[in-house]
């Protein structure tokens, strides 16, 4: 069982950045690939950036490329998400999700966060 707590998020203009943290607890964090995903109003979740147990290796939606960047750190067991340039269609709840492949699909992770709320105004 992996316990993973969202943190980071808020309302911010156009332009401007975000940097969401991941808290993991429970079972060994650096043995899970992680993820971060999306879910806006009416809309299904979507990925949006995965990274492998090293951190050697990162996939982007085509939509946050260039903008955002994710990262870990084993020894504090937290994901992070840097998001820069946001624009009002990054609007949505960000979730973080452990899992054991890396993939885009959001039912390969098993276990998720509650969610953090970002808010980007134009």
């Known amino acids: 069982q992996v316990q993973l707590v969202e943190s980071g998020g808020g309302l911010v203009q156009a332009g401007g950045s975000l940097r969401l943290s991941c808290a993991a607890s429970g079972r060994t964090f650096s043995n899970y690939v992680m993820g971060w995903f999306r879910q806006a109003p009416g809309k299904e979740r979507e990925f949006v950036a995965t990274i492998n147990w090293s951190g050697s290796r990162t996939y982007y939606t085509d939509s946050v490329k260039g903008r955002f960047t994710i990262a870990r750190d084993n020894v504090k067991n937290t994901l992070f998400l840097q998001m820069n340039r946001l624009e009002p269609m990054d609007t949505a709840v960000y979730f973080c999700?452990?899992?054991?492949?890396?993939?885009?699909?959001?039912?390969?992770?098993?276990?998720w966060g509650q969610g953090t709320q970002v808010t980007v105004s134009s």
């Open positions: 999700a452990a899992g054991s492949s890396i993939t885009t699909r959001a039912g390969s992770f098993k276990y």
